[in-house]
């Protein structure tokens, strides 16, 4: 039995889908020569339950996420709890994390009964198609990817779990013979690691696995707005760098007056020379779904100051249903529970007969 939003909301999301262009997305069309699989082209995308999304993880993601739902015929979205214990985690917290992911996926528009949304530890096929593909992959390849390079410096070692994590990526992208991944200029690399993996195994064991393309967001990066230079972050030590999608329309306030700009007052979009300011100015094109372009017309006559007042404007009118709903969902934990139990069952029926396929390629049965 479908699991409805408050219809209200409902039409809201909707609405806002409408007015999200599938133009902001781009595909590396590196599948093109493949055939979708059985039931055609099936998206897959996942993320770390790490608390409340922030304006940069709702305009760099969830924004195309929502819009992918009416663009392809399977959509999957995970709530990729394996991937968070790379780090050390309080299991409590953990599980308040998951259902706080789950409450604000929905709340920005995601709905069940056009997408798949499940939390990734319950579906143990990732865990073992994971270890499979692990098999085929060679430790020089996933000591030149990012997530290891920087992260291993940073405590001057890592686990085998941050080494392999790229893998289990691959594993969950695979597993669901997906055939776009819409992912952020950072994870490109690791897409192309799931793209080697999925080759060699087709090479070793037989065509199995479709060739996943990459859909890129065209939306800029969001900006720290205490420094202009980095993106914004949750882990982020300055609490007036980053906006959460569950603050108030005075934390918003205060901390788009706090961001750093420069000493011009004019407002004009030139992000190498102009960085602060041009932050402000993306963040504004991009929740009044207007242009750059237009967001500087907008903006003639202002300065600076004046100008933070429309950019904050434009970010409240957007945030604040999206934090009225996560609020009632929040009180109602049955139905975020009820809400992944119900993902976790179809994703299963997908995975399971996938996973059945790789074991008797590989010779496990």
């Known amino acids: 039995m479908a699991l409805p939003l408050r219809t209200s909301f409902k039409h809201l999301s909707r609405f806002i889908q409408k007015l999200n262009s599938p133009k902001r997305l781009l595909c590396a069309e590196t599948c093109a020569e493949n055939k979708d699989p059985p039931g055609g082209r099936r998206v897959f995308s996942g993320i770390q339950p790490t608390g409340v999304p922030h304006l940069g993880n709702y305009l760099g993601a969830l924004e195309n996420w929502v819009a ?5 015929p399977l959509v999957l979205y995970s709530i990729v709890d394996l991937h968070s214990i790379t780090q050390p985690q309080d299991p409590a917290q ?6 706080d992911m789950a409450a604000s996926l929905l709340a920005c528009g995601i709905d069940p009964e056009r997408a798949i949304l499940f939390q990734q530890s319950q579906v143990s096929e990732h865990a073992e198609l994971s270890w ?5 992959t060679t430790m020089p390849r996933l000591r030149h990817l990012p997530q290891w390079k920087i992260k291993s410096k940073q405590k001057n070692e890592g686990s085998v779990g941050l080494f392999t994590y790229p893998v289990l990526q691959a594993a969950d ?7 776009h991944v819409p992912v952020g200029e950072d994870q490109v690399q690791h897409l192309e690691l799931a793209l080697d993996i999925a080759r060699s195994f087709n090479n070793r064991y037989g065509k199995t696995f479709p060739e996943p393309a990459t859909l890129l967001s065209t939306t800029r990066k969001v900006k720290s707005l205490r420094d202009p230079t980095s993106k914004m972050s949750k882990s982020d030590p300055q609490t007036l760098a980053t906006i ?8 918003i306030a205060l901390k788009i ?3 750093v700009t420069d000493f011009t007052s004019k407002v004009t979009y030139d992000p190498e020379t102009r960085p602060g300011v041009s932050n402000l100015v993306m963040i504004h094109a991009a929740m009044a779904m207007i242009s750059t372009e237009e967001a500087v017309l907008q903006a003639r006559g202002m300065d600076t100051g004046e100008y933070k007042k429309l950019v904050t404007e434009a970010v409240v009118q ?3 249903p999206i934090r009225e709903e996560i609020e009632r969902l929040r009180k109602d934990q049955a139905h975020l529970e009820g809400v992944l139990t119900q993902g976790t069952h179809k994703a299963r029926e997908l995975a399971a007969p996938v996973l059945r396929e790789v074991r008797q390629r590989v010779g496990f049965s």
């Open 257 to 259: 007056r706090r961001a």
């Open 94 to 99: 953990l599980r308040s994390n998951i259902l």
């Open 68 to 72: 992918l739902q009416n663009e392809y």
């Open 244 to 251: 959460s999608i569950t603050d108030s329309p005075d934390d």
């Open 173 to 179: 992208i695979l597993l669901y013979k997906s055939t």
């Open 132 to 136: 499979i593909l692990g098999c085929l």
């Open 318 to 320: 957007r945030l604040t």
